[in-house]
């Protein structure tokens, strides 16, 4: 009978224990950078053990991407079944303004210290999961292609690893500025001159 309830208890404080750890994350990497941000130095800000640390997240990196790619709540089941090619632009545009809103939502600090060359959660090749949105988008792009709406004039990797380099670019120039750049702005225009580039009717 209360087994229901234990189970969201449970499930309760192991969402609060995860906020706790990357709330200590995100002070450290803000306060010191990437270069301090050890388990130990987390484990020690939070108040928790190694062993829940490593419960909740396998690396340092996996903590942080699962904040930066997994929050964001568009999902690909959220994305309209688009009737045409500008449906198709329009849609991919919102998934990364939707990915902007919650960078802005963490802070320039911290997006700085997360785009960090040393932070392998960064490297597709090593990653054994995508990052979130080009997930989404991936699903998106070629779900449209299979149903006639669209053609792409490259491979799907191709076309993955251009939108990736894109965003990665703005989010890199928005924090250079120290968060007074167009962001909004910038990653639309940047991304459309793309789509509209490589992306044509079916």
Not at 159 to 172: A, H, L, W, Y
Request: hydrophobic share 30%.
């Amino acid at each position: 009978m209360s087994t229901k309830t234990e189970l969201s208890k449970q499930q309760k404080k192991s969402q609060e224990t995860k906020e706790k750890i990357f709330q200590a994350a995100k002070k450290i990497l803000q306060k010191s950078g990437y270069e301090k941000l050890s388990i130990k130095n987390i484990c020690e800000e939070a108040g928790v053990s190694n062993g829940s640390f490593y419960h909740h997240f396998k690396t340092k990196d996996d903590l942080l991407s699962y904040y930066i790619e997994d929050q964001p709540t568009m999902g690909p089941d959220l994305l309209e079944t688009p009737k045409s090619l500008e449906d198709v632009k329009d849609g991919i545009v919102r998934v990364y303004l939707n990915y902007v809103a919650y960078c802005r939502e963490l802070g320039v600090e911290f997006m700085a210290g997360y785009y960090d060359t040393k932070n392998q959660a960064l490297n597709p090749t090593i990653r054994t999961e995508r990052p979130y949105p080009i997930v989404t988008v991936q699903a998106y792009v070629e779900q449209a292609a299979k149903d006639g709406i669209i053609n792409i004039r490259e491979s799907i990797d191709e076309f993955t690893t251009d939108i990736r380099m894109i965003v990665i670019g703005n989010v890199f120039e928005w924090c250079l500025r120290e968060g007074n750049a167009d962001f909004e702005g910038n990653m639309s225009r940047s991304l459309r001159r793309y789509l509209d580039s490589i992306l044509e009717e079916g």
